[in-house]
């Protein structure tokens, strides 16, 4: 049987994850294998990390939601957790006129057939002009800032625009976007810097064939080619470790899987209720 | 492919007309019918026409009672070659509620009453809702003696109290009205009221330190959702902006709350559709309110019926009528057209004196029916609840055919994993000053619990040797270090390959006790990944395992975020929480805890509530244990009252022995075809004359079962 159906929904951070070590994307995607190791040595601080990101994203898309700013201001001050504070003081300052006026989409979750299968995004906001210009917003709370290369290079950055190329006019209501006309920024809040990345129609094209090419290969592959990464470095910060024996990997800073995490703690958030 | 059957099945012209129904123009249409004559396979099929035409999906809303259904429509969705928004759109009124209010926050919380507006709110699941609902009771039956007379177990005192509040909710009245509306209809004893005062006490004190706290349990989020939020002018536009298509499922499961929201949206909104079961209406005892769900399906300009039935359910549903009007129920027969004697109708009754040989015999019959070429996931056997007992003898007896079983169940209590059960204790171990109370009594660990952490904690020990190796190392405190003073024959027994494991254990919680305190999914995960996933320990290479510890963490991390504030001791909250889920207090559900689909290979065993509500229809069902009169009576409720606590039931009324009576039947009769409405062919009825207990059953079921079957024999 196959492992992976026709409809599986796939996103950014399953294909980041296969990309890094399809043994872990295996594991958290199709087998959803709890495995309750900390990721960090730190773990409180890591889970305050997580927390914190997850309120800042809420902050953001209640403020650009239009709930009054006098309350959120009230609501930050009294938070008594100085980073967050310092990140939403800094989003006061970021320039929204930056972006197109039109139509303002907040927490847009987006999803497009790709081959037999399904591509996921969820946008923090996107924006679209009535001439057809399309920007995404991503805000981003990483401890470190990686370089505009590395951003451009990301799976992210690929499957957002990809998506939105692919089915903004569903959203707008309106003709096909141009993929030429769109661009992601992404905005790093503890460092108030901010990468641009603009598309083009040979980009889509490209990624529209590596996307495919990528899950197609996902989706054929038998069990035993989810195999572990075979860069050890990646391990040091994965849950997995002592599953696959790799307790003693090195320790990169640079390769932790705390961004995935906070955007997928937001994912599962909306699929958590209660039954009652 | 069997997910996708909803977009492969040939269309009725009545499912036709529901798919085609207008999209614009404010145009709303009501789709009755029996379950099975399709009209959630309408409704999938209109979601997905919707989508295919790039209607934007995005300002869909699809409204469930609860999740399982929604999955029909995101199975649908996700095969669709077409652009579609992500899944957020097919909710229950609960997730639109809570999302509602998490985003919107800072608009209502003041309004609302908290104390703390500019704080975040913290949701409660069901664990830390009764948590601290038992923080304000405890006290009250200790000091006070509240409900003293009351012989009920915790779990559910807590679980009734929570209850009242959340009726109040979903029937959209004040919580402070409980005493009042249980007084009214009240006709016994009049010690009783003193209780529903109590009660009422309770869900006061309880309502007031979650406004206090900013906690927002199941029934203060519903609450600030229907009160503020759905009043408050930007909240209202954001929804009207963004939603502009209705499809409402199971009209009929849904509470008043959730209904009025859907007669305020078919005022404005661009097209609706809702679906409603006729002689549905079974999930009562949440708050669903079928009477208010036919109200609001009038408001719709149009109503389809949709009639068409598969002739055996035909016949399978007059039968159950005769059955019905045998025992009194008032309800129009659901099958006119039906035949009850043609019905496939197989009685077991009359040859089965003891209740295990009823049991053998539905095994016979079931197997019977696989060798004859039926799928063993097409049979279900239903009772009105499944002990343990009754689960056991059924795997025993289908075990000899080689029939697997899939139980359908609610969520199971953390505590009775016997993996998550030995964690607790072990956490006990790491802190033997705790000193544990239940309902008031210290509670001192045994030797079985211990043995019982020992068999979790570490690879390779069966029952006897972990109680063996327990005898040892355990005197009443810690674990004590056992590598000199141990007897010699110790290792040998138990197993040299356990000394290792056992005496690192031992020290890695002596070196933990003498540490800062950590919260619990802390130090759980950290015992996780130094031990106990390591070679020599119980967790190593066990994924299976792993899965109830990962729940166990998920729920103390839960736990610690809802209870504990900024400095608090860490060890006062995890003894809290121990104690709390060694009671026996539910295990709220999150996603990875869900129950799986049912697999093909295994015969069903579920109560008849859980059959239903999660619209499961097989080929054929064997209904059990018909002498039990489970099948009439409901759980004993004494602080709560599901007819007492809605919108059909007038604050003064009362409700005497003779509505309690019409009430059971007429439950009774709703199951009764909701379970033939469900059944594609065959109907096995089993019966014993001797209970499980030993005691002679006549049950007003088997009463009514046995005439109708005698008067359709001579018909015959
Ligand atoms: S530990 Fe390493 S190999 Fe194993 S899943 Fe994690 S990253 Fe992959």
């Not at chain 2, 990944?529 to 510890?549: H, K, T």
Request: net charge negative; with cysteine; charged share 25%.
């Amino acid at each position: 049987m196959a492992l992976i159906e026709a409809g599986h929904l796939f996103s950014q951070h399953s294909l980041n994850t296969y990309l890094r070590c399809k043994r872990r994307f295996w594991l958290k995607y199709i087998a959803q294998q709890p495995w309750p190791m900390p990721e960090q040595e730190n773990l409180s601080e890591y889970q305050a990390h997580l927390a914190r990101g997850r309120t800042f994203h809420q902050w953001v898309a209640r403020a650009l939601l239009g709930v009054d700013a006098d309350l959120l201001g009230q609501a930050a001050a009294a938070c008594g957790d100085e980073a967050l504070l310092a990140w939403w003081l800094a989003f006061g300052r970021f320039d929204l006129s930056i972006v197109p006026e039109g139509l303002r989409e907040v927490e847009l979750p987006l999803i497009v057939p790709l081959g037999e299968y399904r591509l996921y995004a969820r946008y923090d906001l996107v924006a679209f002009s009535p001439s057809g210009e399309a920007v995404i917003v991503d805000w981003k709370t990483l401890e470190r800032l990686p370089s505009w290369r590395v951003m451009r290079e990301r799976v992210q950055t690929r499957v957002y625009l990809y998506v939105l190329a692919s089915a903004g006019h569903i959203v707008t209501g309106g003709a096909p976007l141009d993929p030429s006309r769109l661009e992601m920024i992404y905005w790093f809040a503890p460092f108030e810097e901010m990468f641009r990345i603009p598309y083009s129609r040979r980009e889509f094209q490209a990624h529209r064939q590596a996307l495919l090419r990528l899950v197609e290969e996902i989706a054929a592959s038998p069990p035993e080619a989810f195999v572990p990464t075979e860069n050890p470095r990646e391990c040091a910060f994965c849950n997995y470790r002592s599953l696959c024996g790799r307790q003693e990997a090195p320790r990169d800073p640079s390769l932790n899987w705390l961004d995935e995490e906070i955007d997928f703690a937001l994912d599962l958030d909306e699929a958590i209720e209660m039954t009652y | 492919m069997a997910p996708f059957d909803d977009l492969a099945q040939e269309l009725t012209p009545e499912q036709r007309r529901v798919v085609s129904f207008a999209r614009e123009g404010g145009a709303s249409l009501l789709v009755r019918g029996l379950p099975g004559t399709g009209k959630t396979t309408a409704l999938v099929r209109r979601l997905a026409a919707m989508v295919s035409e790039g209607r934007r999906p995005y300002e869909i809303l699809v409204l469930v009672p609860q999740r399982a259904p929604g999955d029909r429509f995101e199975r649908a969705l996700s095969v669709l070659q077409a652009p579609t928004r992500g899944g957020a759109e097919i909710v229950t009124f609960y997730s639109l509620s809570r999302r509602g209010v998490a985003l919107f926050w800072p608009l209502v919380a003041a309004q609302a009453g908290f104390a703390h507006p500019e704080r975040e709110p913290v949701f409660l699941t069901l664990e830390t809702a009764q948590y601290y609902m038992w923080r304000i009771v405890e006290p009250l039956i200790r000091e006070q003696g509240y409900f003293n007379d009351l012989a009920i177990p915790r779990g559910r005192l807590l679980s009734q109290l929570i209850d009242n509040l959340n009726k109040s909710a979903l029937v959209g009245f004040d919580h402070t009205d409980i005493y009042a509306r249980l007084r009214g209809a009240w006709v016994g004893a009049q010690d009783r009221l003193h209780r529903f005062w109590q009660a009422q006490d309770c869900a006061t004190r309880f309502r007031a330190f979650c406004l206090e706290h900013n906690l927002l349990d199941f029934s203060l989020t519903t609450e600030v959702y229907c009160r503020y939020l759905l009043a408050n002018l930007v909240y209202r536009r954001y929804v009207q902006a963004r939603y502009r298509h209705l499809i409402v499922d199971n009209l009929e499961e849904n509470v008043p709350v959730a209904q009025d929201f859907i007669a305020w949206m078919l005022t404005w909104c661009q097209s609706a559709v809702l679906a409603l079961d006729e002689r549905g209406g079974h999930r009562i005892f949440l708050g669903a309110d079928a009477e208010g769900a036919l109200e609001v399906g009038q408001r719709c300009q149009e109503t389809l019926s949709l009639s068409r039935l598969l002739k055996p359910t035909e016949h399978l549903l007059a039968f159950v009528d005769a059955v019905n009007a045998n025992i009194g129920a008032r309800a129009a027969p659901a099958a006119p057209q039906g035949e009850a004697h043609r019905a496939t109708v197989v009685s077991g009754g009359g040859e089965t004196r003891y209740w295990i040989s009823m049991l053998r015999w539905v095994a016979e019959q079931v197997a019977a029916l696989v060798a004859q070429g039926t799928a063993p996931g097409e049979i279900a056997l239903i009772a009105p609840y499944v002990s343990d007992v009754m689960r056991f003898a059924v795997e025993e007896e289908l075990a000899r055919y080689d029939i697997p079983v899939h139980l359908l169940r609610p969520a199971t209590p953390l505590r009775d994993d016997p993996i998550v059960r030995g964690l607790l204790i072990l956490l006990c171990l790491a802190h033997p000053h705790w000193a544990l109370e239940f309902g008031g009594e210290p509670y001192a660990l045994s030797e079985e619990d211990v043995a019982l952490a020992l068999k979790v904690a570490l690879a390779g020990l069966d029952p006897l040797r972990a109680r063996y190796l327990a005898l040892e190392a355990w005197r009443g405190e810690g674990l004590l270090p056992l590598a000199d003073s141990a007897p010699a024959r110790l290792w040998e027994r138990v197993g040299f390959q356990v000394r290792e494991p056992y005496e690192t254990l031992r020290s890695w919680l002596e070196t933990y006790r003498q540490g800062p305190p950590e919260p619990l999914d802390i130090l759980l995960s950290r015992l996780f990944g130094d031990l106990l996933s390591r070679p020599g320990f119980g967790f190593y290479q066990q994924p299976e395992a792993a899965r109830a510890y990962g729940r166990l963490v998920e729920s103390t991390r839960k736990f610690r975020e809802a209870v504990m504030s900024d400095g608090e001791d860490p060890t006062r909250v995890a003894r809290e929480y121990v104690q709390l889920v060694l009671r026996g207090v539910a295990s709220a559900e999150y996603l990875l805890d869900w129950p799986r689909p049912p697999r093909p290979d295994a015969v069903i065993l579920g109560p008849a509530y859980a059959y239903i509500t999660r619209d499961m229809r097989s080929e054929y069902q064997f209904w059990l244990d018909l002498g039990s009169d489970g099948w009439l009576n409901r759980p004993n409720q004494p602080l709560t009252h599901p007819y007492v606590l809605s919108r059909r039931w007038p604050i003064g009324r009362p409700w005497r022995d003779v509505e309690e009576e019409e009430a059971r039947r007429e439950t009774l009769a709703r199951v009764l075809t909701g379970l033939a409405a469900r059944c594609n062919r065959g109907l096995y009825l089993a019966f014993s004359e001797l209970g499980l207990d030993g005691a002679e059953q006549r049950g007003r079921l088997q009463m009514a079962i046995v005439t109708v079957l005698a008067r359709i024999k001579r018909y015959a």
